[in-house]
């Protein structure tokens, strides 16, 4: 294809994203004009039907949870396949590995650099602990939840680098863990076949409003979901930062 026909296509593109673009664009429906029957009884049975006050979690976790618990597990083979992609190949086993960035490192990070790391730490995982337990009464949930607690990590890379990474975060276990996870969520559907309901039933008491044991078992799936969340992104974080590691001649 020669230049011509190159910039023709590129412009016949440009003009439809525009286009789209324009649409898209609009002026927007406020929401007091909206007249969606599938959000006027999910609104209205959240709060009387559940005791819970994010509608969000409980579409998720209850109103929609078989949906949610294929997302899961979406995540869960992503995270698999990935592992499985980046692992450690035969030829650097055994040997000495060394971040890549260390040579860039000479000063290594300074000791307000680590205090801050620390101080970091602590208040992030008490944040995640926070969003994904209390998903059923404000904006939040174990997906969110799962993330931040996620980077807790990620900061602890960024202050120590790989080595002490490798050291605190246990693979082992962080994958035991998101296998409870994801199995967690699986079982506590199960509670229902006990008593002869349909899977993912609500059988646990829904406790009163605005507390933090409201929703049944919606907040018992949204930490089975927190916890895989959470290890999935840290065992991806932990494969992708392996893959910077290069093996160096042993002293």
């Known amino acids: 294809m020669n230049r011509t026909w190159r910039m023709l296509l590129f412009f016949a593109g440009a003009v439809g994203i525009a286009c789209l673009f324009g649409i898209a664009s609009g002026p927007l429906v406020h929401p007091r004009d909206v007249r969606n029957q599938y959000a006027a009884a999910i609104n209205s049975a959240t709060f009387a039907e559940r005791n ?18 294929g997302e899961e597990f979406i995540l869960l083979v992503s995270v698999l396949g990935s592992l499985v992609l980046l692992r450690m190949t035969e030829d650097r086993k055994g040997k000495v590995l060394r971040d890549a960035l260390d040579p860039w490192r000479d000063v290594g990070p300074s000791d307000a650099i680590r205090l801050w790391v620390l101080a970091m730490i602590a208040p992030k995982v008490a944040f995640g602990i926070y969003i994904v337990t209390h998903g059923q009464l ?59 309901r349909p899977y993912l039933t609500d059988v646990l008491p829904l406790g009163k409003a605005h507390e933090l044991t409201s929703g049944g078992t919606i907040a018992l799936v949204s930490l089975a979901t927190g916890l895989e969340v959470a290890a999935g992104f840290i065992l991806l974080l932990y494969a992708f930062l392996q893959e910077n590691l290069i093996p160096v001649e042993k002293t």
Do not use: C, K
């Open 52 to 69: 819970v006050t994010d509608t969000v979690s409980a579409v998720n976790f209850d109103f929609r949870g078989f949906d949610t618990l």
């Open 138 to 196: 404000t904006p939040g949930g174990g997906f969110q939840g799962g993330v931040i607690l996620a980077s807790a990590a990620l900061i602890l890379y960024l202050g120590e680098g790989f080595t002490v990474f490798r050291d605190v975060i246990s693979h082992p276990v962080t994958e035991v863990l998101e296998g409870a996870g994801a199995l967690g969520f699986l079982f506590i559907g199960m509670l229902g076949w006990i008593w002869g």
